[in-house]
């Protein structure tokens, strides 16, 4: 997952405090329709990330960070 490498919440905070000035050259509709294609391939890119390194970060039987027995817990429930 690159989701927390990724500043999404801060930049939504960023964009909003600039747009809401009066001297601001942002318009609202330029900043919607990237922060939707934005929003798209982040989750493009997490889901392909995901499916590539997921199953190899569970290939070990010992992992210092993660372990097995919870995620095949998770998959039965």
Request: overall charge positive; hydrophobic content about 55%.
């Amino acid at each position: 997952m690159v989701a927390p490498f990724l500043p999404g919440d801060s930049l939504l905070l960023a964009v909003g405090a600039l747009s809401a000035t009066d001297g601001s050259s942002l318009q609202l509709a330029l900043i919607a329709a990237l922060l939707i294609v934005a929003a798209i391939l982040g989750d493009a890119v997490n889901y392909c990330f995901s499916r590539y390194v997921g199953p190899r970060v569970f290939s070990r039987e010992k992992s210092l960070l993660l372990n097995k027995k919870h995620l095949l817990r998770a998959h039965r429930a």
